[in-house]
């Protein structure tokens, strides 16, 4: 049986959502669902920062863990879908605001 890893980032209200299979990075996704659920567990947990896995096995989404320092640059390691940029916007705003 094929098993899915979502790895994903989030970011204030920015989430990344990567998709792998036995250690293979197959590429991001853009499910709203997804982002939408995660988005509001962790407005449910109080964080707006972190890493959340989780495990697609018999069509169901299993949470793996949330991790508040979690490794995100191997995510998107050469910036394709901008993720750098989008985490240093959140972070330069966090700390710095207007």
Known sequence: M???TLRSL???AICFVLVEVARTLLGWIGEQLTT???L???AELGVTWGRID???ANGEL???E????????FLDYSNKVGLMK???DYLTQTACPK
């Open 54 to 56: 989780l495990l697609e």
């Open 40 to 42: 509001q567990f962790c």
């Open 62 to 64: 299993l949470f793996l």
């Open 10 to 12: 989030f970011a204030g």
């Open 66 to 73: 949330y991790n508040a320092n979690g490794q995100w640059v």
């Open 86 to 88: 989008k985490v240093l």
């Open 36 to 38: 939408e659920i995660l």
């Open 2 to 4: 094929r098993k899915l």
